[in-house]
């Protein structure tokens, strides 16, 4: 099956600082990729979709200032938690879909926590 | 708007067989996945419906009722390694979008 990756698979970061996430499609163009965060015991909540070469589409609730999602290119989006919080902490999940195909396929996740 | 409910927690024997069930209310249809997560992991994927019925892969099988807005996964002869929790998900043809449910956690005892 089609491979997501992830970059980094884990992050400790001071509260006040910015960390960017990577996420890869490395062997089919990810027309869609969509971030995800899940937080300990619950289910994924999506945050934002984005399309290859426009703005991301967040969803209702989520700050779009605070989270920045860029979509440059057919194989790699990046998610950029700006200005970090202790209640940023969490399980963040990237997964990216080729085109009209109806599977969408899930990176191993990276684990942010902020002290 | 979207509502996706399954049990939060299940327990089953090793051997045996479990039914986990997903009902749904979505603002459009475009098919239904079946995820499995082990705690600290990312999704994988095991079934995918769009039609009505029963779609079958090896030990899982999945059923899916459009009219019914209802789902069930199916898990055969049980191993410990199935204890994880289980994603039920809805791809709304609106917004093309895959929306979880909160996740089943299953533990299987010997």
């Known amino acids: 099956g089609a491979v997501v990756s992830q970059h980094p698979s884990w992050v400790i970061c001071k509260s006040g600082t910015s960390v960017k996430i990577e996420c890869r499609s490395l062997?089919?163009?990810?027309?869609?990729m969509f971030w995800y965060r899940q937080f300990p015991k619950q289910s994924l909540m999506l945050m934002a979709t984005?399309?290859?070469?426009?703005?991301?589409?967040?969803e209702q609730g989520v700050e779009k200032d605070k989270f920045l999602i860029n979509h440059a290119s057919l194989t790699l989006s990046t998610l950029t938690v700006t200005s970090a919080h202790p209640e940023d902490s969490s399980f963040y999940i990237c997964?990216?879909?080729?085109?009209?195909?109806?599977?969408?396929?899930f990176g191993p996740g990276t684990r942010l926590t902020v002290t | 708007g979207q509502n996706i409910d399954q049990p939060t927690e299940m327990t089953a024997t090793e051997g045996a067989i479990v039914q986990i069930n997903c009902t749904y209310q979505t603002s459009g249809f475009n098919g239904l996945f079946w995820y499995q997560q082990h705690a600290g992991e990312a999704p994988t994927f095991l079934s995918y419906n769009v039609l009505d019925g029963l779609e079958e892969k090896g030990r899982f099988s999945s059923f899916l009722s459009r009219s019914k807005g209802y789902s069930y996964l199916l898990l055969k002869e049980l191993q410990m390694k199935d204890s994880a929790s289980y994603l039920c998900?809805?791809?709304?043809?609106?917004?093309?979008?895959?929306?979880f449910g909160q996740g089943t956690t299953l533990q299987v005892k010997p």
């Open positions: 984005s399309n290859e070469g426009s703005k991301a589409t967040y």
């Open positions: 997964s990216a879909r080729d085109g009209a195909a109806y599977e969408q396929y």
């Open positions: 062997d089919f163009q990810a027309t869609t």
């Open positions: 998900a809805v791809r709304s043809s609106n917004t093309g979008k895959l929306i």
